[in-house]
């Protein structure tokens, strides 16, 4: 037969009937941010639970004053407060088993602290003497990140790796508003979803992004709805009530942990402070706006719910606040000694084994830091 | 005929005046960037163009830089001037792709139809005691991909007249901001501008006859410092202020290596593989008969940029290019 022959042959089949591959409607967030504090569902919150999370919020709001005062004081180069998004901080360490990961942004330093690592070690980025100042191997906790959202894809690699050992493992990976809108961020998401990897997205949306109100940031009916169109569930919530942080990431872990792939949570919260302390948000917003989320905040919400209970009273708030203390306290005694610096730590770590190129520059320096030395008494020469 | 005062300003506030300058000469140009709107972008370079120009000339994008500069491909083909700002020098790593594989080569690949005007405003460098990811020199994956021009100034008047050159420019420029001279002051008249030479043409900052210390950016400044502190050495030092890594100005370069007969390359980003090794092979290549040593390179050492405490042992200063300097085999003189 011909080729003419052939296409006169042809006749177009009608495509096969085109079906959805899988009903959105449970994968969509509610219309509304979910609440317990102040509802019907806070009647079945567990009262130990409730009185833990106030602790570790209580806790939460001091660290943050007193990394705020650090940094007035020249002890940190800079700090990305969490002031009024403790609930979130917080309930993301809280709900993680120990063999569990955690996936931190630059502002996460209380959420890393209440995983368990050492409040210096969390703080030693924002500190300056080194990069990751703890062992992330110790606590499960991935070094803090600051390129924005690109810490999400290695929380997928990472939880999609434990699956493929056969561990039960989770991994809980923390971004802003802002980072929504990085290429990783829906890298990350399409992969966690096409591998159904065990990863539970926390996203704080904090209403800004430095100056950038959520407005100009997204089109989308909330972050939270982004899932819908991965094939992952969305859910949102309001980030201030910590009993609600804590049960919709609760949720999200149980699901994950159960083969039942990742989940989108957006967390309604606010950012109560400046983007850091070099930075002056009365050049974009109203202090207006600010006193009206301190009326919604985290700690609060959690005492009215505990006071109508019974279930503190002010010893119990007492207590909290002593606790709280006691970490600032112990916080500034290590703050305030000088960190014990040896320049020639340029040198580490660069390769397992430096490069000859490497040894050269090491020697050359610690010949200079020797001639130093031995140059200070006479001074005057630059050798 | 009016006389304006000649007052100080600093070098971000002459930036921020020639942004203002070449929107108001040509509606094609436009400011988009993170927080470069409302803010005025972190380090308030581009403070007051929103409220002038309105939002559609000076954008809060979303915080995404390959669409940042992506979009600004697909509007500099439809004949606008972008004038993209990333907040710093690590941060421009998303942007990688769009400005290498597209930003760079649409000339090219278009035979001249499609050339794309677009100046990427980068701050970068070090010494400002930035955590990490925010003091990075960057210059050389910049200069190593061919059809990107790069400019870096030093002084106040230069940071004007660069930055009007590399809007006005029909290729794209990475227009590279030494953060910490951003406060640096210096008198200059925003009224009338000094002439400042095009893009591809450096300068003498300060003329010598011992040997030439070739250097750019952020470094120029310790430069002259170092020259300065020399003469006690019985060194005089001329100082070469490149300008532009590319273009490169070889003549103006090889004449001042040619009369002195030494080179110090001098910059923040690490030696190897860095824009030192292309400038010394540059020198020995042209002047190799008028070198009384080996050209050197004084430059940040081969490690990820340091943590702010420890960057003081890591950016080149005053005593390291001495040091180099005592090294160009002056025996040979005497
Ligand atoms: C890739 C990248 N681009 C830009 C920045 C600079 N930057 C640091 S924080 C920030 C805003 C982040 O906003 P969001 O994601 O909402 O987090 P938030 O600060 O509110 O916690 C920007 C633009 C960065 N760190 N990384
Ligand atoms: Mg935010």
């Not at chain 2, 890594?245 to 001042?256: I, K, M, R």
């Not at chain 2, 960057?311 to 290019?321: F, S, T, Y």
Request: aromatic content about 6%.
């Amino acid at each position: 037969m011909t080729v003419m022959e052939q296409r006169g042959a042809y006749r177009p089949t009608p495509p096969p009937a085109w079906q959805p591959r899988m009903d959105p409607a449970p994968l969509l967030p509610d219309a509304e941010p979910y609440r317990v504090l102040g509802t019907e569902a806070a009647a079945k919150a567990d009262p130990e639970l409730l009185r833990a999370l106030y602790a570790q919020l209580v806790k939460g709001r001091r660290y943050n004053a007193q990394a705020t005062a650090l940094t007035k004081q020249g002890r940190l180069a800079v700090y990305p407060s969490t002031t009024g998004q403790e609930a979130c901080e917080v309930a993301a360490a809280m709900v993680l088993e120990e063999r569990d990961w955690l996936f931190p942004s630059y502002r996460d330093t209380l959420a890393v602290v209440a995983r368990g690592v050492d409040p210096v070690e969390a703080l030693t980025l924002l500190r300056g003497d080194w990069h990751t100042g703890y062992d992330p191997h110790e606590h499960r906790v991935a070094p803090l990140c600051t390129p924005l959202a690109t810490q999400l894809p290695h929380a997928v690699g990472l939880a999609h790796a434990a699956r493929l050992k056969g561990d039960d493992v989770v991994a809980l990976a923390m971004v802003g508003d802002g980072g929504t809108s990085e290429g990783d961020f829906h890298e990350a998401l399409n992969f966690a979803a096409v591998w159904q990897a065990p990863v539970v997205f926390l996203v704080q949306n904090n209403g800004f992004a430095i100056s950038v109100p959520l407005a100009k940031q997204t089109a989308a009916p909330s972050l939270a709805h982004k899932a819908v169109g991965y094939g992952m569930p969305g859910r949102l919530v309001d980030g201030n009530d910590a009993a609600a942080v804590h049960e919709v990431l609760s949720d999200a872990v149980r699901h994950a942990r159960a083969g039942g792939g990742p989940t989108l949570v957006e967390a309604i919260t606010y950012r109560v402070d400046a983007h850091t302390n070099a930075d002056d948000a009365t050049r974009y917003r109203a202090d207006a706006e600010v006193e009206t989320w301190r009326e919604h905040d985290p700690i609060e919400l959690l005492e009215r719910e505990l006071t109508a209970r019974g279930l503190l009273d002010e010893d119990g708030k007492r207590a909290a606040r002593d606790a709280a203390e006691a970490m600032a306290a112990s916080l500034r005694e290590h703050m305030n000694q000088d960190p014990v610096l040896d320049p020639m730590d340029l040198f580490t770590d660069v390769y397992a084994e430096p490069t000859p190129q490497l040894r050269e520059q090491r020697e050359q320096l610690r010949a200079e830091l020797e001639a130093e030395a031995g140059a200070e008494p006479e001074g005057g020469t630059h050798r | 005929m009016t006389t304006v005062a000649v007052k100080p300003a600093t070098m971000a506030q002459a930036l921020t005046r020639a942004l203002r300058d070449a929107m108001a000469a040509d509606p094609a140009v436009h400011v988009m960037g993170e927080d470069v709107g409302t803010l005025g972008g972190v380090f308030r370079v581009t403070d007051g163009l929103a409220k002038e120009f309105g939002e559609d000339r000076c954008t809060d994008t979303p915080l995404a830089e390959a669409g940042i500069l992506g979009t600004a491909v697909g509007m500099a083909m439809y004949g606008l001037r972008p004038v993209v700002e990333m907040q710093f020098d690590a941060f421009a790593y998303p942007a990688f792709e769009q400005l290498i594989s597209h930003v760079s080569r649409m000339r090219n690949r278009t035979r001249g139809k499609m050339p794309l005007p677009i100046t990427v405003r980068v701050p970068y460098g070090g010494g400002i005691g930035g955590v990490e990811h925010h003091s990075d020199s960057s210059e050389a994956y910049y200069m190593a991909t061919p059809g990107l021009h790069v400019v870096t100034p030093a002084t106040v008047a230069d940071a004007y007249g660069l930055l009007r050159a590399s809007i006005a420019s029909d290729d794209p420029v990475v227009f590279l901001e030494p953060k910490r001279l951003y406060w640096s002051k210096d008198s200059w008249n925003p009224e009338e501008p000094a002439p400042v030479d095009p893009i591809g043409r450096a300068v003498v900052r300060r003329p010598g006859r011992s040997a030439t210390l070739i250097t750019y950016g952020p470094s120029v400044p310790v430069c002259v410092e170092a020259a300065e502190a020399a003469r006690a050495e019985g060194w005089d030092l001329e100082v070469v202020d490149l300008r532009s890594l590319v273009p490169f100005d070889d003549e103006t370069v090889c004449a001042s290596v040619r009369r002195t007969g030494r080179a110090v390359v001098v910059h923040e980003s690490g030696s190897f593989g860095g824009p030192g090794g292309e400038i010394a092979a540059r020198v020995t290549e042209r002047c190799f008969h008028h070198l009384e040593a080996p050209v050197l390179r004084v430059a940040g050492f081969d490690v990820p940029y340091p943590p702010p405490m420890l960057e003081r042992h890591h950016l080149p200063g005053v005593d390291r290019i001495l040091d180099a300097v005592g090294r160009l085999q002056w025996e040979a003189e005497s």
